[in-house]
């Protein structure tokens, strides 16, 4: 049974600071790691994604990815009252078939206080 | 660029009945994956269709059956509804074989509520 576990907050940062969002995973042939925002009652969104261990920004944003450890995170710089929502972290692998489907997180519910 | 569109935005049946969900992948993607997401909690995977095939399921009843239509596009079919099956229902579309990519688009959700 492949898992995802997310603390699922909420998580309180005032507005300027690093909001550091984490995630652990089962299953150790996962390959591919997702961060999804997720505004309440709308669908979420594919905010980051990292293959390869270590380190990938875009942005803000920071994807960490630690396959010993199973362990992947989410770094949101200089954080703003509109990246308060909730951070779904998902996993799947990538087979010679294509994409498998995705095994999410509960997410972490994220403040940013102004 | 069109992304990913579903239909309908919400819908209302009653237990037992049947329900048809659709779903139009982002342009050049031809893989669709369906979701289901209750409230609180993550999207579980329900089922992916590549080349009007299930390619891969979750752990979901046969209920819960799908098709995918040679532009694509996709339907999830839900027969025999019960209470439990109310949840947001997304779509969510990405490159497949062709395309390449490994990222998942979401459509904006169709929100089932079984009474």
């Known amino acids: 049974q492949k898992e995802v576990e997310q603390n699922s907050g909420p998580l309180s940062v005032p507005e300027g600071a690093i909001a550091s969002l984490n995630c652990t995973y089962s299953d150790r042939g996962s390959q591919s790691f997702f961060w999804y925002r997720q505004y309440s009652g709308k669908s979420p969104e594919l905010i980051m994604f990292i293959y390869s261990n270590g380190d990938k920004e875009d942005g803000r944003f920071t994807a960490q990815l630690n396959k010993a450890s199973q362990y992947v995170s989410l770094l949101i710089r200089d954080s703003q009252p509109s990246d308060s929502a909730t951070y779904l972290c998902a996993v799947n692998m990538y087979s010679g078939g294509g994409a498998d489907g995705l095994t999410f997180g509960k997410g972490t519910h994220l403040i940013i206080q102004p | 660029d069109a992304g990913v569109t579903q239909s309908p935005t919400h819908l209302i049946k009653t237990r037992g009945q049947q329900v048809t969900l659709r779903c139009s992948p982002k342009?050049?993607?031809?893989?669709v994956s369906w979701y289901q997401q209750a409230l609180g909690q993550g999207p579980q995977f329900i089922f992916q269709y590549y080349e009007e095939e299930e390619r891969q399921r979750g752990n979901f009843p046969d209920r819960f059956s799908g098709h995918q239509f040679p532009n694509y596009s996709s339907e999830l079919n839900v027969n025999a509804l019960l209470l439990g099956d109310s949840a947001l229902y997304l779509c969510a579309s990405s490159g497949g074989l062709a395309g390449g990519g490994n990222e998942q688009f979401f459509g904006p959700g169709t929100r089932l509520t079984v009474l």
């Open positions: 342009s050049g993607h031809d893989t």
